[in-house]
C-alpha cells in the first residue's frame, strides 16, 4: 500500500524534528557541544589531554595554574580566553592586574595551542584550550573527570576594566561571593565546592599577613600560626619574593575534601575560608564535603560546568586567536 503524499510529508517533518532533540542532547542554547571539534579536528582533545600530561609531569604546578585560570576568566562576564591576553598601549591586561598576583605559566598554554596548530591551523580556540586544559588538569590532581562542552570563540579584548564588578577576591564577605556566583548560576553547594580548589597550590603571603600582623587574627588555629610566621616572617612581604604557605599542608598536591577538615580546624588561610566554614549558609554543606569526598566532587563538578559555559562566544562571535596572547589585529602578518 502506498502512502499519501500528506502522509509522506508528515512523515519527514516529524523525522526532522526528532533529528533536532536528538541534536539538541549534544549541545546547549549556548552553541557548545560535546565533541564540538569531532569533524574538524578529531585529535584536538587527546592532543590537550597529552600536553597536559606532559607539562604536569616536567613541572607539577601547571595543573594548579590551569584550574586558576578557569576561574580567573570565565568567572568575568565571559569565557573567552580574555585572561590570555597581553596588554596594550591602550588596554591593561587582565592578568597583568592586581588580582591576577601570583599567576603564572601562561607561556605553557602557548604551548599546548602551538601543538594543536600543527594539527588544525585555526581551528580550535584558546576559550577551548584553556576550559580543557583546566579539566585534565583538576585529574592530574586526582580530583574527576569532569565532561565539558567546547565550541567557544575567543574574545578581542580585555576585560581588566570590569573585573573587580565579577571577580570575587579572597577579603569579600561570603555574601558578596555567593552573589557573585549566583549570576553565573552557581548555587550555595557550588561554590563550597569552587573553594575547595584552595587544597591545592599555595597562598602567597603578600594575601594573608593582614591575619598574622600587626596582631594575629584570634579566629586562626593556635597550633598553625607559628608554621604561618614562618613562611611569612614579614609584616609587609616583598611582592616579588617567593614566599608562600601551602593551602593544605597534609596534600598539597591532591584536590580533595581535607580542605573543609582544615577550614572546620580553623587552618584557612584566607578570610573567605574562615567564613566558608562559619557562616550559617555554607557551614552545613562544607561539614557534608569534609565528610564524604564524593559529595564534594558531585558539587564541584556541576560548579565547574556552569563556570565553564558562563556567556560563551560562539558561531560568528569573537574569533579564533592565532597566539593566545594577542587578538589576531594585531599580528604583523593580517
Not at 536528538?22 to 578529531?42: D, I, Q, V
Not at 592578568?95 to 604551548?111: H, I, P, V
Not at 573527570?145 to 573585573?163: A, F, M
Request: charged share 25%; proline share 5%.
Amino acid at each position: 500500500m502506498t502512502a499519501s503524499a500528506p502522509s509522506l510529508i508528515f512523515f519527514f517533518l516529524a523525522l526532522s524534528a526528532l533529528s533536532s532533540i536528538c541534536n539538541g542532547a549534544e549541545s546547549t542554547s549556548s552553541g557548545l557541544a560535546m565533541n564540538f571539534y569531532k569533524e574538524s579536528c578529531p585529535q584536538a582533545e587527546d592532543i590537550i589531554r597529552e600536553q597536559v600530561k606532559l607539562l604536569y609531569k616536567r613541572h607539577k604546578n601547571t595543573a594548579f595554574s590551569w584550574l586558576r585560570n578557569l576561574f580567573h576568566d570565565c568567572a568575568v562576564q565571559s569565557c573567552d580566553a580574555s585572561l590570555l591576553l597581553d596588554s596594550t598601549r591602550k588596554t591593561l591586561s587582565e592578568k597583568e592586574t592586581d588580582r591576577s598576583f601570583g599567576m603564572r605559566n601562561f607561556r605553557y598554554l602557548e604551548d599546548i595551542k602551538d601543538a594543536v596548530e600543527r594539527e588544525c591551523p585555526g581551528v580550535v580556540s584558546c576559550a577551548d584550550i584553556l576550559v580543557l586544559s583546566a579539566r585534565d588538569g583538576i585529574i592530574a590532581l586526582g580530583g574527576p573527570y569532569i565532561p565539558l562542552k567546547t565550541g567557544r570563540r575567543d574574545g578581542k579584548k580585555s576585560r581588566s576594566d570590569v573585573l573587580e564588578q565579577y571577580l570575587p577576591d579572597h577579603n569579600e564577605s561570603i555574601s558578596s561571593v555567593l552573589d557573585k556566583f549566583a549570576t553565573i548560576g552557581i548555587d550555595i553547594p557550588g561554590v563550597v565546592a569552587l573553594l575547595g580548589a584552595h587544597s591545592v597550590g599555595r597562598t602567597h603571603c603578600v594575601k594573608l599577613v593582614h591575619r598574622l600582623y600587626p596582631e594575629v587574627d584570634p579566629s586562626l588555629n593556635p597550633d598553625h600560626v607559628p608554621h604561618m610566621m614562618k613562611k611569612c616572617p614579614d609584616s609587609i612581604p616583598d611582592p616579588k619574593a617567593v614566599q608562600y604557605v601551602r593551602n593544605d599542608r597534609g596534600t598539597p598536591m591532591k584536590l580533595d575534601n581535607n580542605y573543609y577538615l582544615n577550614i572546620l580546624d580553623n587552618k584557612g588561610l584566607l578570610l573567605v575560608d574562615h567564613q566558608l566554614a562559619h557562616d550559617p549558609r555554607t557551614r552545613p554543606f562544607v561539614k557534608k564535603m569534609a565528610q564524604s569526598q564524593d559529595y564534594f566532587f558531585t558539587h564541584f563538578s556541576r560548579a565547574i560546568a556552569l563556570l565553564s559555559e558562563n556567556n560563551p562566544l560562539t558561531g560568528e562571535q569573537g574569533e579564533v586567536r592565532h597566539h593566545c596572547n594577542l587578538a589576531n589585529r594585531h599580528h604583523s602578518d593580517e
